[in-house]
């Protein structure tokens, strides 16, 4: 099963008045290795570098309990959750939480609220949401398995 990584680069990029600006941005990478990884994000990144060096900065794997994303092109944003899922320790008589990251891709804070809340309806177990913060990842790209290659 291939994990997630969040990276951080930063290239050259022209922005809308013609001079070229220095950016740092985040990205969500699923795969095996590190090598992996940062071939995936030259690959994606370089049609965009024409200014000057792609800089890959950070390459960290991270634990996701799930990844929601969306489909529609206003959804432009990520949002890291972190939902406890609560369960009851009979030995000891009290409530135990267990914390979960899931990040959910919206265009808001309440969209994003509400498509947690409408993703975690069908779970059997109780939760209660943590906390809702909104990240610098500006794309996902999973691992497609319907190629050979990747």
Known sequence: ????????????????????KRTSEGYL???????????????ELTP????????????????????????HPEDDRFYRC??????LDEAKGIEKRTAAAMIVQSDSLPNALNRLEKEMSTTLSPYEIASITETIIMDAWPIDFSKPNE
């Open 1 to 20: 099963m291939a994990n997630w990584f969040e990276c951080k680069v930063t290239y050259e990029k022209m922005v809308d008045n013609g001079t070229p």
């Open 82 to 87: 972190k939902v406890n899922f609560i369960s």
């Open 29 to 43: 990478v699923q795969g095996d290795t590190y090598t992996e990884i940062e071939e995936r994000l030259t690959k």
């Open 48 to 71: 965009f570098t024409s200014l000057g060096e792609l800089i890959i900065n950070t390459i960290k794997r991270i634990k996701l309990a799930e990844l929601f994303l969306s489909d």
